[in-house]
């Protein structure tokens, strides 16, 4: 059980748990979004935030789950005549919410060089875990955008956010730790066999251990007539949340794509706009959600003023001159006094410049890895949003997770491969992402590609109720592969963990709980306290 503990005059306070015949203490606070962890999940010597899922070791306070970029401050202890007492050796200590990992620095005798493609939160993560590991080469880190990395996810859900507000890490950063950042540059080709990567400005880079960490593009559905027009966007980029934000005030606009960034859209901007969204399926967020959380969650957007179309395909953008003024649909409907359309409409993996025929993609041109993210070619790896690699909760069924946590995750291990030359650390982490909309959050873990059943729970669908939400198991062959909430922290965080643990979950036993007490919290619960 977490405890938060005010530390006497200090009037500072920490964490403690007690496992066994140990105490540990820690900071009170993720060192990710300042959440406090006394409302998080402690499981086997970790705790996870329940906001965004990440998760630190209570020993050393070090990640062991993403989104965090630092670790927490950890204090010692001791119990005498009956009292804990937590030593703080300096006050400033207790003021720290995030501790950065002390890193090495380059050694001009270490001549590998170690090239990272992509400067998002794979690539990111990849080029300071090098260095926390010890890591004394060249680290190159080749970013197409202009920017250092930052956290894109703000843009879909606060779209004016300042971009030095929203930065991973800012310059000083990875000047201090010897990290080259090489901003506005473009790959064009990477050759496997002569070990270069080639920038388009015609510079070549030679590396011992290279990263594949380009992310992924927006989907443009360049197949539709129309598509380019000046007033169809995408939300990709900082510039682009900006835009969209700015230009959508006042405005009818359409909202092609009823996910999750379309509905994050759509959730921004509704309150100086109007705004109707398209979707190819009966209710949103229905591939990954399944019917009945998107029929509440649709419910919960129209009450905020969205309107939708649904089971509908876009036939055609109608254009005059540059800006298109209407859009027809498949069956022939046509929607007019369109001033602005944002594509929600999914991604595509950003290898384009992957030509060498060693190189191996899948259908959707993904990066195909191995559970240790190696491509099978010497000294090249693949991370993030392109790779598509075996999931053991799966029976390693290959899959392709678009989840910024997940992206930094593989980031870190594949930096750990990197190091040591070859497979050694597998990528297991259970999947974990949020949304937020009109101030309430949804969670989920775990990754469900198909699913016979959905089993709700603590659900009130009253949307203009305080407590309006829902748990929602998702059921394959009799076992959990997923869980997804609102407004029911700690659950899913709670759930994470016992996915972690591999402890299952079956349908039969969640069904039992909430026959008998109207909830299956309870199970969740005796779970994570009778397994240690």
């Not at 005059?320 to 991604?347: F, H, Y």
Request: hydrophobic share 40%; aromatic share 8%; with cysteine.
């Amino acid at each position: 059980m977490l405890k938060e503990c005010t530390l006497g005059a200090l009037d500072k306070k920490v964490l403690l748990v007690k496992e066994g015949d140990q105490i540990n203490a820690f900071g009170a606070k993720c060192s990710h979004a300042k959440a406090l962890l006394k409302t998080g999940t402690y499981f086997r010597g970790r705790v996870r935030c329940s906001l965004h899922g990440a998760c630190f070791s209570v020993k050393t306070g070090d990640i062991e789950d993403y989104p965090a970029c630092d670790g927490l401050p950890v204090f010692p202890v001791r119990v005498e005549n009956g009292k804990v007492l937590v030593t703080i050796h300096n006050e400033a200590d207790l003021q720290k919410s995030a501790v950065t990992k002390k890193m090495a620095k380059l050694d001009s005798n270490d001549k590998r060089v170690f090239v990272i493609i992509g400067g998002g939160p794979a690539g990111a993560t990849a080029a300071e875990t090098l260095r926390a590991e010890g890591f004394t080469g060249r680290v190159v880190l080749i970013n197409k955008e202009k920017h250092l990395a930052y956290d894109r996810t703000k843009y879909s859900k606060i779209m004016n956010s300042p971009l030095d507000k929203t930065l991973l890490r800012n310059e000083e950063f990875y000047k201090n730790n010897d990290i080259e950042c090489l901003l506005g540059a473009e790959v064009v080709d990477l050759n496997p066999e002569t070990k270069t990567v080639q920038l388009e400005s015609g510079k070549s880079i030679q590396f011992d251990q290279v990263l594949i960490a380009t992310g992924a593009d927006c989907q443009r559905l360049a197949f539709i007539p129309g598509y380019d027009g000046a007033n169809v966007h995408v939300l990709r980029t900082h510039e682009d949340g900006h835009r969209i934000w700015n230009e959508s005030k006042g405005k009818n606009v359409l909202i092609v794509g009823s996910s999750f960034i379309g509905m994050e859209v759509a959730s921004c901007i509704v309150d100086h706009c109007k705004v109707t969204v398209i979707g190819m399926e009966p209710v949103p967020f229905e591939r990954v959600l399944g019917k009945d959380v998107g029929a509440l969650m649709q419910k919960y957007h129209e009450a905020k003023g969205v309107k939708f179309i649904l089971n509908a395909i876009c036939k055609e953008f109608v254009r005059k001159g540059d800006t298109v003024v209407s859009v027809i649909l498949k069956d022939g409907t046509q929607i007019d006094d369109v001033d602005m359309i944002v594509l929600g409409a999914g991604v595509v993996p950003a290898t384009g410049f992957l030509k060498h025929p060693s190189v191996q993609l899948g259908r959707d041109k993904s990066v195909l890895v191995d559970k240790y993210l190696s491509t099978g070619l010497e000294g090249v790896w693949a991370a993030g949003d392109l790779a598509r690699y075996p999931f053991s909760m799966l029976e390693d069924e290959l899959v392709r997770i678009e989840h910024y946590g997940m992206a930094q995750t593989q980031g870190a291990i594949a930096a750990k491969n990197m190091l040591a030359g070859g497979p050694k650390y597998p990528c297991n982490n259970v999947p974990f992402f949020w949304t937020s909309q009109y101030g309430k959050s949804v969670r989920y873990c775990g990754h469900a590609l198909s699913y016979n059943e959905v089993i709700l729970d603590n659900l009130d669908s009253d949307v203009s109720s305080k407590n309006f939400g829902y748990v929602a198991y998702y059921v394959h062959k009799e076992k959990v592969l997923a869980v997804c909430s609102m407004n029911r922290d700690p659950i899913v965080a709670q759930v994470a963990e016992l996915m972690n643990a591999d402890i299952p979950i079956y349908a039969d036993e969640l069904k039992k709980y909430i026959s008998a007490d109207g909830t299956a919290d309870q199970l969740i619960k005796k779970k994570l306290t009778s397994t240690f």
